[in-house]
């Protein structure tokens, strides 16, 4: 059973660009939730999917968005890049039935020049 | 406000010793608390889920315990070894929808 799967593992874009990310949940799972991990910090939630639906948004501008597709896989899409979005985005996956657990991919690492 | 807050922030112990990890958290309106594990550059690998309900979570060398009145979790791990060595973060979710809180994490380092 493959868990959380997420591409690319790293890229590196140009300040004002625009980038997107993917992530394949693990299988049985329904939710996908997107976090923002800076050096040293905890991850921080950019906003969840549910049904195709954003559920909750964390503090993040509407720079961030995101979309989720009828097999549960998401997409993280990040416009005008600025160096301050240099980070490893995150994403982890859940059952709505099942007590809110979350399994996590391995991340992409996000470097803007 | 949802605050959780994990001390210390690095940690040293020599193989064999006994590693104790504490996480607090501010609003004890807590869900589930679970505890992550973190290798450099890597994503989290899940260790324990304690429901509210719970007071502890074992499995193999790991306990968690879980105090919701205080605000607390402790995760316990026994006869450490060097590859132990990580970054442990412990999170909190408010609802079964899974949105969590995180600390900033423990780095631990076990020496040979």
């Known amino acids: 059973d493959a868990g959380v799967t997420q591409s690319p593992t790293h890229l590196i874009k140009t300040r004002g660009q625009q980038v997107t990310l993917r992530c394949s949940p693990k299988s049985g799972h329904d939710t996908v939730s997107w976090y923002q991990q800076a050096l040293g910090q905890g991850p921080q939630f950019i906003f969840q999917?549910?049904?195709?639906?954003?559920?909750q948004r964390g503090n993040f501008p509407d720079r961030f968005s995101g979309h989720q597709f009828p097999n549960y896989s998401s997409e993280l899409n990040v416009n005008a890049l600025w160096l301050g979005d240099s980070a490893l985005y995150l994403c982890?996956?859940?059952?709505?039935?099942?007590?809110?657990?979350?399994?996590f991919g391995q991340g992409t690492r996000l470097t803007v020049v | 406000k949802q605050e959780v807050t994990q001390i210390p922030a690095a940690l040293s112990v020599p193989e064999g010793e006994n590693l104790v990890l504490n996480c607090s958290f501010t609003?004890?309106?807590?869900?589930?608390l679970q505890w992550f594990r973190q290798d450099p550059g890597k994503g989290l690998t899940s260790l324990l889920l304690?429901?509210?309900?719970?007071r502890e979570q074992t499995s193999g060398r790991l306990n968690a315990s879980l105090d919701k009145s205080s605000g607390r979790s402790t995760l316990y791990i026994a006869a450490s070894q060097p590859g132990d060595s990580a970054t442990y973060l412990c999170a909190v979710s408010g609802d079964s929808w899974g949105k969590l809180q995180f600390g900033a994490g423990t780095q631990v380092v076990v020496t040979p």
């Open positions: 982890a996956s859940s059952f709505s039935g099942r007590y809110g657990e979350a399994f």
């Open positions: 999917y549910y049904e195709e639906e954003e559920r």
């Open positions: 609003d004890s309106a807590i869900y589930n």
């Open positions: 304690i429901q509210s309900s719970q």
